[in-house]
């Protein structure tokens, strides 16, 4: 029941800011003490501030802090950035730093 | 299963891990490495999950021991529904914390790569789900899924930093794939998999389906290096357990009575021992099946149970023929002394038949077993598998000191053709041969006994019959001409009746020639002897007369002496005279 509830408001939530949010929105799962996450994290921003400008959201999650969320998302393999929209979601596994593949994809190029 | 005091003695190690899988215990000396990951190989479809489910399912209920179970291929609802097909709730488990189920979607979407990266969310989760029931035991099926886009030289460290990871989190882990042990060796895995791998395998031949469990490698311990048949049915995973050394028996020196007075007359006096195997051989019709269901009369006459396996008939059938020949069974089945089983050999081979009668075994506890006819599940498979796989289960049946009684259509004849057949009879204590003796336009039923160990057994040939009262050893008859059997029996009396007048006949003849020769002899004798006495009176007569000349000689010696004398005297008085 529990799930189901928060299933739905992050539905709503999602829907809310595809409507008057940010163009793209995304996910970062991390293991924060792992040299491969701490490199992800510096790529994304990069990109983002690079690429995006300001047109994105990004939250970058520990799994240790959050593994229901972690379990739920069905995270095996961290660093990994879940592209929520635009649409359709997208995955991106690995510390980032092929930029020319993680732009190919987030931006569909 | 395994007894208690073995199991405290495997516990006391304590370097392994009960699995409580039917028969696997027995054949890796007391289960999977305690605290240490196994990789379980094998292709789709031949049981890994079950087994696997099984490891964590006795761990939780037998032992104590809560587990997890990461699936990557089938959700939860499917692995509930399928472990109720082998009678496991489950859902119960789940409530009660004793079992986890976790499922990883993996590849849920297009996942590109751009960079390194590690398993950490899997190691996070395995944490999670490990302190969520406080689990000993951890299955992860299976592993494959893993390796599926995912880079091989990454992953290839983040498996072996698991496999670490495990096993100092200090539970017992199965990991299961689809990998065969080549790879395991070519991608290096198995360096840090190596303290268990096991493989399991499934074949069709003669379009039955062949499970089979084979124990590659166990790091620090001792196991069976076989194959193994196994099979899955509604109790779960059951493996024939192959003993990996002589069945260690306590032998006793108790006979059982074959049920034929006659017949223990040729086993010492006594019939059979205890806990022995025994071979009846010998073509069709010849009363294979009469012998075997005298002996579990007589068993389930001294109150012992029996169990009675049939491959050729019914129950139904049995239970009727056996009754014509005066021995009725139905009583004993009544009062559950009696069990009988039947098949069709042809819907499972050999090792399915065994691990079933092995199942039943183990509830029913049988003193006696009858496997009527052994031969009919010999069609199924390879002669030296099915050789091998017998042994086995003789080995499995002396340990439980079970007196068991195969039948077999095989005769000398047959063996010469399919020398095999032979190595069945090596594994026996006594070998009981019976055959047809056609003779006359007559068939009679000869029985004997090749060979029995231990025992002072007779080597006659002994003729019998089926009665309405059972089974009847008929009295010896030994003649020049051989052993005879029925009819003949009859000539030969004759024959040898008309022999002995014809003999005496002769005798006389001979008697009434000797008495005329006797005649002659003394006519003989008494012509000699006037002859001898005729001749001893000359004899007497010629002394008589050489003594008178003897006489007349001496006196006229005498006369001349005494004149010659007289003259000498003369002649010296002359001579004095002249001087």
Redesign the interface.
Known sequence: MVEQKRRIEEGDQLLTSIADGPKYILRL?V?GI?M??I??IR?LNQICELYLKDDFKLEIID??QQ?EL??DE???????LIIKHPF????????????E??L??LILR | MISDSKMAAITAKLTKALTGIKGFDEITDGGLPRNRPTLLCGNTGCGKTVMSMEFLVHGAVQFSEPGVFFSFEETVDELVTNMESIHIDMEKLIREKKIYIEYLESGKSQVAQAGRYDLEGLFMRLQNAIQKVDAKRVVLDSMDALFYGLDKEILRTEVKRLFKWLKEKGVTSLITSEINEQFVTKTGLEQFVADCVITLDSRVIDQTTTRRLRIVKMRGSGHGINEYPFMIDGAGVSILPVMSQMANQNLTNNRISSGIKDFDGMLDGKGYFEGSSILISGSAGTGKTSIAISLINETCKNNMKGLYCAFEESTSQLTRNMRSIGLDIQPYIASGLLKLYSSRPTIQNLELHLISIQNIIEEFKPQILILDPVTNLMSEGINSEIRQMLAHFVDFLKSKNITTLFTAAITLESIKSNPSDEGISAMMDTWILVRDIELNSERNRGIYVLKSRGMNHSTQVREFVITDEGIKLLPIYVSPHGILTGTSKLEETLRQEEERKLFENKIKIREHELEIKREIMENNISLLKTEFNAELEMLSQAKMERNLNNEALETGQKEITELRNNINSSVEKSKHRNK
């Open positions: 799962f293991s792992l491969n996450s490199r992800a790529n799994i240790y593994p972690a379990t069905q995270i095996i393999v961290v660093p990994i359709p979601e997208r995955r991106i596994i690995g510390d980032l730093s092929d930029i593949k993680v190919e994809v």
